[in-house]
């Protein structure tokens, strides 16, 4: 093995140690509440964290403080799309929810946006808050406005053009109440392959554990943790570079259940790796069986 990827290697695990060491909950709760499967049998484990998921989330009520969704989106054909996700949402009194749309759009002039348009498509939400950027602000920097925008504790990331099931916001504060986690997200997670019409799992059995890999789109941030902590001026890798920094300054990332999100995976995706690459390791989920159960 090379002397650098030696090196890197044992940052990584240093990272991983100290996060570890310095988190301030723990998931054994939740997995006892889920029967305590073992995650070493893959059939067994995708049972029953499906069977006994309106047990776990019996057990563990939704952590308490304001919440905002954040979506920035360059794609104006998608906020019809974004304000449905943010609706469908459950458990999240609407007083409790702020809602800021960056209208990160590529227009030459900005001032050419509906602005109007966009709050009345956002009118359902009392505590809807507008931002329309400079042509060519990066993505960090737009999630970073954003964050700015709202005072709320807790602000979930939500990408246009996925899926979010009703209980996703929910089930994610549930997952902050006893992880005492930096951010929580998924690893594991369902994604549609639109132009194949098929539906895998991504990285089955890295759920209700703490890691370092989160999907960007499923990111919901502790500001009690992570404090001013700020996305790279990046506009793809912004949410590695985020947890990076996280797990540098010894900040814990969970990852949650499975449930409740669906990545779309198409020709106008941002990232856009092999499909041989992105296929390693899925499951298929289009069965239809119970464990599949997407908006559960």
């Not at 054909?77 to 009194?93: F, I, M, P, R, S």
């Not at 509906?114 to 999630?143: K, M, W, Y």
């Not at 449930?259 to 390693?280: C, E, K, L, Y």
Request: aromatic share 8%.
């Amino acid at each position: 093995m090379k002397l650098d990827a030696v090196v890197k290697r044992a940052w990584r695990g240093i990272a991983d140690a100290k996060r570890i060491a310095t988190r301030s909950g723990s998931a054994r709760s939740a997995l006892a509440s889920l029967g305590t499967p073992s995650r070493g049998e893959a059939a067994a484990w995708l049972h029953a964290t499906s069977k006994h998921h309106d047990d776990y989330r019996a057990a563990h009520p939704v952590a308490a403080g304001r919440v905002a969704v954040v979506c920035v989106s360059s794609r104006p054909h998608l906020v019809d799309a974004v304000v449905a996700n943010v609706a469908a949402q459950t458990e999240v009194q609407p007083t409790d929810l702020d809602v800021v749309y960056v209208a990160n759009y590529d227009v030459a002039d900005p001032n050419d946006i509906d602005e109007v348009g966009l709050h009345g498509r956002f009118g359902q939400f009392a505590n809807f808050r507008l931002i329309v950027p400079a042509a060519g602000t990066s993505l960090g920097h737009a999630l970073n406005s954003a964050m700015a925008a709202t005072d709320a504790r807790f602000v979930a990331k939500f990408d246009d053009d996925d899926l979010y099931g009703p209980h996703h916001l929910a089930d994610s504060l549930r997952a902050h109440g006893y992880a005492g986690a930096g951010v929580v997200g998924k690893h594991t997670y369902y994604a549609h392959l639109a132009e194949r019409d098929e539906t895998v799992l991504r990285f089955p059995g890295h759920e209700f554990s703490y890691s370092s890999t989160l999907a960007g789109g499923t990111l919901v941030i502790d500001r009690d943790r992570v404090g001013d902590q700020q996305f790279d001026d990046l506009s793809l890798g912004e949410d590695r570079a985020f947890l990076a920094t996280c797990h540098r300054r010894g900040i814990s990332t969970f990852s949650a259940d499975r449930f409740n999100f669906t990545q779309i995976r198409s020709t106008h995706n941002t990232w856009q790796p092999g499909h041989d690459a992105f296929m390693v390791g899925t499951q298929p989920a289009d069965a239809g069986g119970p464990e599949h159960r997407i908006d559960r």
